[in-house]
């Protein structure tokens, strides 16, 4: 996994070149919004079980067809295996909010799932739903603890859901 510095390092050092104004204007940024990346973690892990929680819940209200008899959540097991993806999804996503990199969704989340999902019969649609609604809920909760800007905590969870959602050839 690697963050915004060691990215942006490694760009750099692969072409040969020393840091450029932009190279610079990008690092200042990234350190600029340390503080709230780490708030905003804080704020996420304090409140995890509550996020996943009442996001599976709006989720089976606008989708119910999941958790009826037949649907992908349906079953005890199943019920469970959907809330252990949201809480996967979610810390993974806190991970790539403090590093400023979406590296990590890619080596860790990323590489594979839609085929392991679509083999295994997992709705798609479902879980970029999921995503976006945790997203929502990580804003509100972001918000509460005092951070105006919350925009920054858009990039990760759009990420997952651009990188899951389907594509029309």
Known sequence: MQDAVTNLIKNYDISGR????????????????????????????????????????????????????????????????????MDYYLRYATYALVAGSMDVLDERVLQGLRETYNSLGVPIAPTVAGIQIMKDMVKEQVAASGISDTSFVDEPFDYMTRELSEIDI
């Open 18 to 85: 020393y840091f450029d104004r932009n190279a610079v204007d990008s690092l200042k940024s990234y350190f600029e919004s340390g503080t709230q990346r780490v708030q905003a973690a804080a704020a996420i892990n304090s409140n995890a079980a509550f996020i996943v929680k009442e996001s599976a819940v709006k989720l089976f209200e606008d989708q119910p067809e999941l958790i009826r008899p037949g649907g992908n959540a349906y079953t005890t097991r199943r019920y469970a295996a959907c809330l252990r993806d």
